[in-house]
Nanobody, 125 residues
């Protein structure tokens, strides 16, 4: 039973920064790539970023490149998403997810087999 719990969301003004955290339990965290996704009101879920099991490589959606940074601390079973230069377009519920397959690559398409409950990020103008 794998559980993922996100935190760190909140209300922030445009141009501001926010760091999201996702703590995993019930699995071998260090053996799995992890990803961040988001879902804005009225829109489908979209990929944000993913990081390899070791943290040695990562991939980003185009909108996230240069603004967001994904990282992980396997000793703490935690993956992070540092966000800078936030805009109102970044307003969404953000979810972390585990990449299916031990040591699988951090592919945006997945599949991803476990998901957190999400943390809300609201960017005001």
């Amino acid at each position: 039973q794998v559980q993922l719990v996100e935190s760190g969301g909140g209300l922030v003004q445009a141009g501001g920064s926010l760091r999201l955290s996702c703590v995993a339990s019930g699995g071998t965290f260090g053996s799995y790539a992890m990803g961040w996704f988001r879902r804005a009101p009225g829109k489908e879920r979209e990929f944000v970023a993913a990081i390899s099991w070791s943290g040695s490589s990562s991939v980003y959606a185009d909108f996230a490149k240069g603004r967001f940074t994904i990282s992980r601390d396997n000793a703490k079973n935690t993956v992070y998403l540092q966000m800078h230069s936030l805009t109102t377009e970044d307003t969404a519920a953000y979810y972390c997810a585990r990449r299916q397959g031990s040591r699988a690559d951090p592919n945006p398409r997945g599949p991803y087999d476990y998901w957190g409950q999400g943390t809300q990020v609201t960017v005001s103008s």
